[in-house]
């Protein structure tokens, strides 16, 4: 079975430029998320999507940031422009959906994104 | 909002020893516990998690972790520790109401020495 996966798995952009990440969830699975790890602080929820409606985009930092998810299948997250501080590594994970809050998640190698 | 505590960042231990890492976080209602790891090079993976029945959960490769309500804590333990363990744990809350959001500690790397 092929794993949530993550495009690029690296990104070094300047200030002021657009970046789009994309994440590949497991097929089948309805929930997708995006996460973001800033340097040694926590991983920091972004937002939920189940199937292809935003459940809850509560961690979004701020309208820079636009996350779409086409047919409920692959999802992109696209940061427009960048900012030094939206520097970290971003991950997907996804679950299965089967509509209870103990379900493991899936998790993507992540995207290095550094914003100089 | 809820929250999630990771005491120790970073720890050193050699192999043999006994490892504890603590988690605590801030949620009145309630939860479900998990402890995912990532080992150097590889995704972050479940290692074990509680959602209800004994208090006491076993993992993969001798992990085990207890949930204390009073405490609102689920601390992670393992009695001998292998080089093999090196790696960043994270500890992470979910909850049965409202959307379906984990809430991620802040990480503890472990190194373990040969």
């Known amino acids: 079975e092929a794993g949530v996966t993550q495009f690029p798995s690296h990104s070094v952009i300047e200030k002021g430029q657009t970046v789009t990440l994309r994440c590949d969830p497991i097929?089948?699975?309805?929930?997708l998320y995006w996460y973001r790890r800033v340097m040694g602080k926590e991983i920091k929820f972004l937002l939920h999507?189940?199937?292809?409606?935003?459940?809850?985009e509560s961690g979004m930092p701020n309208n820079r940031f636009l996350a779409e998810r086409t047919g409920g299948t692959y999802s992109t997250l696209k940061v427009q422009p960048a900012e030094l501080e939206d520097s970290g590594v971003y991950f997907c994970?996804?679950?299965?959906?089967?509509?209870?809050?103990?379900?493991?998640?899936?998790f993507g190698s992540g995207t290095q994104l550094s914003v100089l | 909002a809820q929250s999630v505590s990771q005491h120790n960042h970073h720890v050193i231990l050699s192999e043999a020893a006994s490892l504890e890492l603590g988690c605590n976080y801030s949620?009145?209602?309630?939860?479900?516990l998990f402890w995912y790891v990532q080992y150097p090079g590889q995704h972050l993976q479940l290692l074990l998690k509680y959602f209800s029945g004994d208090p006491l959960v076993k993992g993969i490769k001798g992990f085990e972790a207890e949930f204390i309500k009073s405490k609102f804590s689920f601390n992670l333990r393992k009695p001998s520790v292998q080089w093999s363990d090196t790696a960043e744990y994270f500890c992470?809350?979910?909850?049965?109401?409202?959307?379906?959001?984990?809430?991620f500690g802040t990480g503890t790397r472990l190194k373990v020495l040969a």
């Open positions: 949620y009145g209602g309630t939860v479900n």
């Open positions: 999507f189940v199937k292809e409606s935003k459940q809850d």
């Open positions: 992470a809350v979910s909850t049965t109401s409202g959307t379906y959001k984990y809430i």
């Open positions: 097929s089948g699975h309805d929930n």
């Open positions: 994970a996804s679950s299965q959906g089967l509509g209870h809050f103990s379900e493991k998640l899936f």
